[in-house]
């Protein structure tokens, strides 16, 4: 919970967000203007209601704000809950999620990955996770069971991907990648670290500025290697994490997508795109891009 020192440092932070760029460095070049929408994006949301760190009134507020701006930009979204942090605020907390015409899907009840884990295992706490949202999916007929491997850790081996995925088609379970991943976990960290420290006006103005540098970074690596596996634009899926720094920043960053030419689109139409019927054969034990993933089945 935030002491008193806190709240009034998240008072100061509110105005970062209405601080133009020009306030601190920026490079000299000119942004050519984007087409309109010539790219596709789904945007999900890992650890809902929210990381643990945070008590149930924090998670609560950054859920507001997100779900706010999703709102404010017309973006659907997924957000991929975590079983064993439902109780209480949390349940609530999916509820406004569905509500608001997005998406719940769900990781492993415990947020676990299991990596090198026996499957069985690993299965019995995935299902545990579906059994926690299911429902209040069926209440708000969502059509599709959406997973995503807590951490982007796969199953290890051919075996335990086929235990698994035999599994998941009997229950109509649709696992859900990522094919652009940010260190958002990092710079949450140092986004923390000024809020305990008085919420210096300036520092968390520079935070944002690298921020969102490093989202452009990602976009266009991630795009380029599209054209490189893919040989063409895909349907990209970001994955972003239920902390603090992404619900303050998330204005900045859905801005940043719309002037980059990207249209958001849902879960299910992205995975549409026939890319994600690749063969994926990887089987080591980093949180991968699946554009990664597949570039490396090919290796």
């Keep these: 919970m935030l002491n008193t020192a806190s709240r009034l440092a998240l008072w100061s932070l509110a105005f970062i967000l209405m601080l133009p760029l020009s306030a601190v460095p920026q490079s000299k070049e000119t942004k050519p203007p984007a087409a309109k929408f010539a790219k596709k994006i789904a945007l999900t949301f890992d650890n809902l209601p929210g990381e643990p760190i945070y008590g149930g009134p924090e998670q609560t507020e950054i859920n507001r704000q997100v779900l706010e701006n999703l709102k404010k930009h017309k973006a659907p979204a997924t957000g991929f ?66 997973f995503r491997y807590p951490f982007l850790h796969y199953p290890g081996d051919s075996r335990a991907k086929d235990f698994v995925l035999r599994r998941f088609a009997r229950d109509k379970i649709t696992v859900v990648p990522a094919t652009i991943i940010v260190e958002d976990f990092v710079y949450n960290m140092s986004f923390e670290k000024i809020l305990k420290s008085g919420a210096d006006t300036l520092a968390l103005a520079k935070l944002k500025s690298e921020y969102l540098e490093h989202i452009r970074e990602r976009l266009a690596h991630y795009e380029s290697l599209a054209q490189e596996v893919a040989e063409r634009p895909i349907k990209q899926i970001l994955q972003l994490r239920m902390n603090r720094m992404n619900a303050f920043f998330l204005d900045d960053i859905l801005a940043e997508l719309v002037d980059k030419g990207y249209k958001f689109i849902s879960i299910s139409e992205a995975l549409d795109d026939w890319i994600y019927k690749e063969d994926d054969t990887y089987f080591g034990p980093e949180g991968l891009s699946y554009l990664e993933r597949v570039k490396r089945s090919g290796e």
């Design 81 to 146: 809950v975590v079983g064993e942090y439902t109780s209480g605020e949390g349940w609530e907390i999916i509820v406004r999620w569905l509500e608001g015409g997005h998406y719940i899907g769900f990781h492993t009840y415990s947020g676990q990955d299991f990596y090198g884990a026996p499957p069985e295992a690993f299965l019995q706490d995935v299902l545990k996770g579906k059994e926690a949202v299911e429902d209040l999916v069926m209440t708000y007929k969502q059509k599709g069971r959406y």
